[in-house]
């Protein structure tokens, strides 16, 4: 619907609010929307008294430049889009957007972020959104193989970085090694002398889920023990209460590989209440390294992967792919496995 215009002092109609523009601002100080665009821009080429006059009125109008229109003025844009496909909200995935927020802002950029279902629909409605605020790099945070297919398909128009639980055959990406931290928390149970070793994974379309899970087979097979199938879970504390109570009816084993902390947490939970003591009956490892972990009863063996340096070298890339500094870290970064109370020999071993 068009708005009604009046001639005429007489005719009285209520206002309506809304931010002030450039033109708005260019208009009250008497210039031209584009000096107005050359005092944002800090442009040299300005009388000094004209600059003072439009800030007077930038400030007087509270007028706050958008960033998508400054960038279609100078070519360029000092925001840097984060899609975040997937709507758990995991300690892993805050702390990487706290130190991309933080390095960027520290270069100068200020972020975009938009968090989004992982379905196609929805991964390019978000990729349009952060088009639209004229993004000048973009780093995509995505837990599932079907996000990657999407954006290998799709061409981006600015740098950006993934952030790659694990397939390093991808361009442009940053990983932690799931495999080997697996690798690394099943053969701590093995060297303890555990040989009945089950693996808690995590939802099978996830691909650090799945990394882990591969992991874990290797370890056991390399080991030449019996390999057996792991329970496929969701990620929840929950649900490991819930396996823990349903391993507990009828499996034989003395450790258990959880795919993250919380699914550990909730096991410690179910045999606690059943009586089973860890790690004197059952051993428990767990993944990620939460800082909750260390204060677990008992404290928690754990593989700890860096959150925080995901986060920073996400930007360095950005950073060096803009020519703005930072650099190109060609190695993953590795897993440390945390020794707590939660692993010990099996009972009866030499």
Request: with cysteine.
């Amino acid at each position: 619907m068009r708005p009604i215009h009046h001639v005429g002092r007489h005719v009285t109609e209520p206002t309506t609010t809304r931010a002030p523009n450039i033109r708005d601002v260019a208009r009250e100080a008497g210039v031209s929307y584009q000096t107005v665009s050359r005092v944002i821009n800090d442009s040299p080429r300005l009388r000094p008294e004209t600059r003072q006059r439009v800030l007077e009125v930038i400030e007087q109008l509270g007028y706050r430049p958008n960033q998508a229109a400054r960038a279609l003025v100078t070519s360029t844009s000092s925001v840097i889009g984060v899609l975040v496909a997937t709507r758990a909200a995991a300690y892993g995935a805050q702390t990487i957007l706290y130190e991309i927020e933080d390095a960027a802002r520290e270069a100068g950029f200020t972020l975009a972020i938009v968090t989004t279902a992982s379905d196609d629909r929805s991964v390019r409605d978000a990729l349009d959104q952060l088009d639209g605020q004229a993004v000048r790099a973009l780093a995509v945070v995505a837990p599932q193989a079907r996000v990657f297919d999407l954006l290998s398909s799709t061409p981006l128009r600015v740098p950006y970085v993934l952030l790659d639980p694990e397939r390093r055959d991808v361009p442009h990406s940053i990983s932690v090694d799931q495999f080997e931290g697996a690798r690394l928390a099943t053969r701590h149970l093995i060297e303890l002398g555990h040989r009945r070793i089950i693996h808690l994974a995590g939802p099978q379309d996830w691909i650090d889920a799945e990394a882990r899970m591969q992991g874990y087979l290797r370890e056991v097979a390399d080991a030449e023990l019996m390999v057996r199938p792991p329970v496929l879970g969701d990620w929840t504390a929950e649900f490991g209460y819930l396996a823990g109570r349903e391993l507990l009816r009828g499996e034989d084993f003395t450790a258990v590989f959880c795919s993250n902390d919380q699914m550990a947490l909730g096991l410690l939970h179910a045999f606690r209440e059943a009586g089973i003591g860890v790690p004197e009956d059952v051993s428990v490892v767990g993944f990620d390294d939460i800082p909750e972990a260390a204060h677990y009863w008992p404290p928690l063996t754990t593989i700890r992967q860096d959150f925080a340096e995901i986060g920073r070298r996400s930007v360095d890339l950005l950073l060096a792919e803009l020519g703005a500094g930072g650099r190109r870290h060609a190695e993953p970064i590795r897993p440390v496995l945390v020794q707590r109370s939660s692993t010990a020999a099996p009972r009866g071993s030499a």
